[in-house]
Nanobody
Framework: VQLQASGGGLVQAGGSLRLSCAAS????????MAWYRQAPGKQRDMVATHTSGSGTSYRDSVKGRFTISRDNAKNMLSLQMNSLKPEDTGVYYC??????????WGQGTQVTVSS
């Protein structure tokens, strides 16, 4: 499985960005996808998850502002980010997990929110 993330950039606080993650390879058995972010000097944290047949989840700080979605026809995972805050700044990574537990990471895309 290969993951290609895109859509990051520089935005002012209160603005919006939409991240995309294109999946290719043996994607038919992917049951879990997620977005993580890593701020400078900090650990990589989960932002939002999408589990096939179960739904979505979000970290508390982004609830009501971010929306994760998966388009199986386009093999795409998206993250719509609204009302962005400076603390949302970081490198955002796409993650996918197949049946059997094998996990894959994308290369990351930088999101910078200026105050």
């Amino acid at each position: 499985v290969q993951l290609q993330a895109s859509g990051g950039g520089l935005v002012q606080a209160g603005g919006s960005l939409r991240l995309s993650c294109a999946a290719s390879g043996s994607i038919s058995s992917i049951i879990f996808m997620a977005w993580y972010r890593q701020a400078p000097g900090k650990q990589r944290d989960m932002v939002a998850t999408h589990t096939s047949g179960s739904g979505t989840s979000y970290r508390d700080s982004v609830k009501g502002r971010f929306t994760i979605s998966r388009d199986n026809a386009k093999n795409m995972l998206s993250l719509q980010m609204n009302s962005l805050k400076p603390e949302d700044t970081g490198v955002y990574y796409c993650y996918a997990q197949r049946v059997g537990g094998f996990g894959y990471w994308g290369q990351g895309t930088q999101v910078t929110v200026s105050s």
